[in-house]
């Protein structure tokens, strides 16, 4: 089974209402919000914690479930064993997946303008040639948020380096 809630942050919550809702969070994560300097950073790391709290509660967790997260080998935190989740926010958005049937990851990213170049580097020779071919913003960053997507979920990160072709759990449709 994999559940998702999103949020849009698009302006400041009341003050009471943040801090009602920082109350609800371990004091270790509270301590990381309240160091950001934008609100949009401090509302959608929030955010993001209370979707997951929600999300886990749902399934049977506790109310304090947050406490019981730990950070893996590579940042990626989880859990325990039976579920995974993923958080992700840009721009004021933010969305949390969780599964109980396999590993998952999400991402969400602000569509903006950019040179092509900028991001080639990091790219396989064959994901070049794609998106060079026919490159459009909306092309580009629906394979990104996918290949992103797939790269939280196998909880790795920027430390895996090459990402192989993807293929959709839900449709088997291979993304390259």
């Known amino acids: 089974m ?17 801090f009602n809702l920082l109350e609800k969070i371990p004091p270790s994560f509270r301590t990381k919000i309240l160091k950001f300097k934008r609100w949009e950073d401090r509302y959608t790391s929030l955010m993001g914690k209370i979707l997951l709290r929600h999300l886990l509660i749902s399934i049977g967790y506790s109310d304090d479930c947050l406490q019981k997260l730990t950070i893996g080998e590579y940042g990626k935190p989880f859990i325990d064993g039976n ?8 721009d004021g958005f933010v969305v949390c997946a969780i599964s109980d049937s396999s590993n998952i990851g999400v991402d969400t990213e602000k569509i903006v303008e950019f040179d092509i170049n900028s991001v080639l580097d990091i790219l396989r020779q064959d994901e070049k040639e794609k998106l060079l071919r026919n490159f459009s913003l909306d092309i580009f960053y629906d394979f990104w948020t996918k290949k992103e997507s797939v790269i939280k979920a196998m909880g790795r990160g920027v430390y895996f380096g090459d990402v192989g072709p993807v293929v959709s759990a839900s449709t088997g449709q291979l993304f390259r």
């Open 83 to 90: 579920v995974d989740f993923n958080i992700s926010h840009s």
């Open 2 to 18: 994999i559940r998702y809630s999103y949020f849009r942050c698009e302006y400041p919550l009341k003050e009471n209402v943040f």
